[in-house]
Structures are given as structure tokens and as C-alpha cells.
């Protein structure tokens, strides 16, 4: 699986958008870019993943460039409540040989101040 | 969630003892995965399943075996407890869209 670079911790202002980057300059072709976070003490939460298009739920957006070497997780409204390690992931799809593991890095923290 | 839970949530063990953790799924989801979290290490997978009776090893997996008797349980144990397994762990499953499911967690302590 790709490695990814990320910001070791970020600030935003509460109600502002928290734009979180993640770099994955030797992603392959198959391989998808996952998002999750983790909450204090609680388990990892998906967000979001996509593969070459943006995408959007009703967490966050996703985009991703059109090289696919690097992609900006949204949250377009941030409140105290998104205060979390944020964690971007590169993996091909589980099937097959692939069983989906996930490679957790030091992830982003970000914080959310009043 | 993927209506995911584990059990017990807190435990305290002596060196030496046998402990087995048990996660517990509603979703039928195929593979599931164990997970340990330390401070400085980030989440690290101990074993996984992708099916009923088919498991393997992850990138921790001394001192762990993993069990799954049927689709919704998923189980492992500590054969004889050591310090150094004092951790959190996390079970987790895979939904359809690739995506991992995790469960609340189970916080060991082996003294």
C-alpha cells in the first residue's frame, strides 16, 4: 500500500472549513484513498474514501487531485465535536489476496477552538 | 457503526493468565480484523478473518490466536498474558464499499 504524509496537527476555528491535505505521491492505480478519524479513547470512525473523483457525504468532501498524488479531506463546518486525529489511508480494495488492511500513520490532529 | 460490539470493555489480568476477547457483529460482514492501539504505534493488526474458520496473521501477531466459529464472532486470546499486551483493542469489520467498521474498544491491563 502507498505511504501518506500528512500535517502533524492543525488548528480551525470553530463553524470555519477545516481543510485537512494528505500527500500519496506513489499511489498505484487501484488503490483507493480512505479517511478516518479518532475521537479520544473511542474507535476509528470512516469518513469518506474515493478512487479519482471528488466525493461527498454528509460528513465531508474529498478531493483528490487529477494525478491522484494528493488529496484534501473538507469539513465544511468544523465544530468543537470534529476535535480528532485525523487519519488518510491508500489501500487497493479487499478481495482476493487483498484483505483491506489498513496501514494507520500518526494521522492529523486536528483541533477545533471556539 | 455496523452495529459492532466488544466485550469486555475493561479488563484487568495477572501475567501468565489465559484472556480471550470476544467482538461481536450484526452486519454479516466477511472479513473482520483485530487491532491493538499504543501510545508512539497507532493502530497495529494482530490477525484477521475472511470468513468462518479462515484466518490469518497481521504484522503483531505473537502471542495472539484468533478464533471464528461462525460469521458474527470473532475472537482472540491472549494464550498466557504478558505486560507488554497491556493495550486497547480494537475489532473492526469490512463494509461493502471497502470501507472498516470499528468497535468501541477494549482497554487490557496485564499486571
Known amino acids: 500500500d502507498a505511504k501518506t504524509t500528512q500535517p502533524t496537527s492543525m488548528d480551525c476555528a470553530e463553524g470555519r472549513a477545516a481543510n485537512l491535505p494528505c500527500n500519496h505521491s506513489t499511489i498505484s492505480g487501484n488503490e483507493y484513498v480512505y479517511w478516518y478519524r479518532q475521537i479520544h479513547s473511542q474507535g476509528p470512525q470512516y469518513i469518506i474514501h474515493?478512487?479519482?473523483n471528488n466525493e461527498t457525504n454528509e460528513m465531508a468532501s474529498l478531493i483528490i487531485t487529477e494525478d491522484r498524488k494528493s488529496s484534501t479531506l473538507i469539513l465544511p463546518h468544523a465544530t468543537l465535536r470534529d476535535t480528532a486525529v485525523y487519519y488518510c489511508?491508500?489501500?487497493?480494495?479487499?478481495?482476493?489476496?487483498?484483505?483491506?488492511?489498513?496501514?494507520f500513520g500518526q494521522g492529523t490532529i486536528l483541533t477545533v477552538h471556539p | 457503526d455496523a452495529g459492532i460490539t466488544q466485550s469486555p470493555r475493561h479488563k484487568v489480568t495477572e501475567t501468565g493468565t489465559p484472556v480471550t476477547l470476544r467482538c461481536h457483529q450484526t452486519e454479516n460482514h466477511r472479513y473482520m480484523y483485530w487491532y491493538r492501539q499504543d501510545p508512539g504505534h497507532g493502530l497495529r493488526l494482530i490477525h484477521y478473518s475472511y470468513g468462518v474458520k479462515d484466518t490469518d496473521k497481521g504484522e503483531v501477531s505473537d502471542g495472539y490466536s484468533v478464533s471464528r466459529s461462525k460469521t458474527e464472532d470473532f475472537l482472540l486470546t491472549l494464550e498466557s498474558a504478558t505486560s507488554s499486551q497491556t493495550s486497547v483493542y480494537f475489532c473492526a469489520t469490512l463494509g461493502q464499499g471497502g470501507e472498516q467498521f470499528f468497535g468501541p474498544g477494549t482497554r487490557l491491563t496485564v499486571l
Open positions: 489511508i491508500v489501500r487497493a480494495p479487499a478481495g482476493g489476496t487483498s484483505y483491506g488492511k489498513l496501514t
Open positions: 474515493g478512487l479519482k
